[in-house]
């Protein structure tokens, strides 16, 4: 063991509380980005009882499936004060929070170095589970309090900058959304683009003309057509197989995964949609890019074959339906979301002119959360950066000592 190193079992403790009199109601589960998020489980008939109590500045884990995930999902507490999380999940504090910071130990969990050697230490085949014992022989540097404090300091601003652009992206991503619900589902675009009323005022509020429509079975406006995605889109896939990600290349590479990775090659150089082919729970990752990228083979790079539809109208639609996806797609071990399931897909074709006005509107808004994106690829380098070098901080002040 190297001197500054200690095993995380000498600083933690399990915490195994339960929520015996239902008085806990907000109900977490954790994600593999290590993250609570709100629990999607179905807990009808659940014995709530059974459920653990998780407070503050204490870590909830899975030690399961770590070898087929890559990755051990353990998340820190900070949001709320307490909550539930199913009993399959560990609970665990820090036995004295004078020797060791809890956000210190949160840091160090998100290394990727963290996560490889957790998967290396997976016992059990494919799935692979670390055993708890292995788990708390894993080791970490404990440097001073104050020091771990000014890592701490540190990775927060980094963590915080991101934050607030993921925050100016959703409100970019809001205002957008807003526009086409405005447009295309309440039909209150502004009136004088219809060409047959005059006004900024919404056409429909306006007395703008109305028409049943039997496939859509809702009025949409006069003049306005119904298309299929066959008709509207052109569907292509990129070639390359998922190991094509290297790192630090230079062009986007998409493929099923929610994550964009990069690739030293670009088989793309244009506006786009990417969509996820197949995924094992049906989610299928969308996004939006404009330049020079490249994509897996089972990722579908959609574009308008005309001005008719802009491509921002064709991302709410496609966004409209990624719900519904997970019940149309097919397969069993991985879903897979097929051209057959795509082709008949019906969307409202607007006149010309309002579609030419909707992407005008939208082009700064999107092309803005790509800059946003670029800006946080760089600062997410910073912090991978700062947390590969926790291994290293104590270990230069040895050397400097033994000097």
């Known amino acids: 063991m190297r001197s500054n190193y200690r095993p995380i079992g000498d600083y933690i403790q399990l915490v195994d509380e339960r929520n015996v009199d239902l008085g806990i109601k907000t109900l977490l589960g954790l994600s593999i980005s290590k993250q609570f998020i709100p629990s999607v489980a179905n807990t009808v008939?659940?014995?709530?009882?059974?459920?653990k109590i998780i407070r503050k500045n204490q870590f909830a884990c899975s030690t399961m499936q770590v070898r087929r995930d890559r990755?051990?999902?353990?998340?820190?507490?900070?949001?709320?004060?307490?909550?539930?999380?199913?009993?399959?999940?560990?609970?665990?504090?820090?036995?004295d929070e004078k020797k060791l910071l809890p956000e210190y130990l949160m840091m160090w969990f998100s290394r990727e170095e963290f996560d490889r050697q957790a998967e290396f230490l997976a016992v059990g085949g494919v799935r692979g589970t670390l055993e708890w014992e292995d788990f708390?022989?894993?080791?970490?540097?404990?440097?001073?309090?104050?020091?771990?404090?000014?890592?701490?300091?540190?990775?927060?601003?980094?963590?915080?900058?991101?934050?607030l652009n993921d925050q100016l992206n959703q409100k970019l991503e809001e205002t957008a959304q807003a526009i086409y619900k405005?447009?295309?589902?309440?039909?209150?675009?502004?009136?004088?683009?219809?060409g047959t009323l005059s006004g900024h005022e919404g056409y429909k509020s306006s007395g703008g003309a109305m028409l049943y429509n039997d496939e859509l079975d809702k009025e949409i406006p006069a003049g306005w057509e119904v298309k299929s995605y066959e008709e509207v889109f052109n569907f292509k896939t990129g070639k390359l197989n998922s190991n094509a990600a290297i790192p630090n290349g230079k062009y986007p590479f998409f493929t099923c995964s929610s994550e964009t990775f990069l690739t030293n090659s670009f088989s793309f150089d244009c506006e786009a949609l990417l969509l996820a082919g197949n995924n094992a729970s049906a989610v299928?990752?969308?996004?939006?890019?404009?330049?020079?990228?490249?994509?897996?083979?089972?990722?579908?790079?959609?574009?308008?074959?005309?001005k008719e539809v802009s491509i921002f109208q064709g991302y709410y639609e496609v966004l409209g339906q990624l719900e519904g996806f997970k019940g149309t797609s097919s397969g069993t071990a991985t879903k897979f979301l097929t051209m057959k399931i795509l082709n008949p897909l019906l969307?409202?074709?607007?006149?010309?002119?309002?579609?030419?006005?909707?992407?005008?509107?939208?082009s700064p808004l999107f092309l803005k959360k790509l800059q946003i994106d670029e800006t946080n690829e760089k600062i997410v380098e910073m912090k991978t950066l700062l947390l590969s070098k926790m291994a290293t901080v104590e270990a230069e002040k040895e050397i400097e000592i033994w000097n």
């Open 347 to 362: 969307l409202i074709v607007p006149h010309i002119n309002i579609s030419n006005y909707f992407r005008d509107l939208c």
């Open 45 to 51: 008939g659940t014995n709530m009882r059974t459920y």
């Open 182 to 194: 405005h447009w295309f589902v309440d039909f209150e675009f502004p009136a004088h683009l219809s």
């Open 71 to 95: 990755k051990m999902p353990v998340a820190l507490l900070q949001d709320f004060e307490e909550a539930i999380i199913s009993q399959a999940y560990p609970v665990f504090e820090i036995s």
């Open 284 to 306: 299928y990752p969308f996004k939006y890019y404009k330049g020079k990228f490249d994509a897996y083979q089972r990722t579908y790079v959609i574009t308008p074959k005309s």
């Open 136 to 163: 708390l022989e894993m080791e970490l540097p404990i440097p001073s309090l104050e020091k771990q404090q000014e890592i701490v300091n540190e990775y927060n601003i980094i963590a915080n900058r991101i934050k």
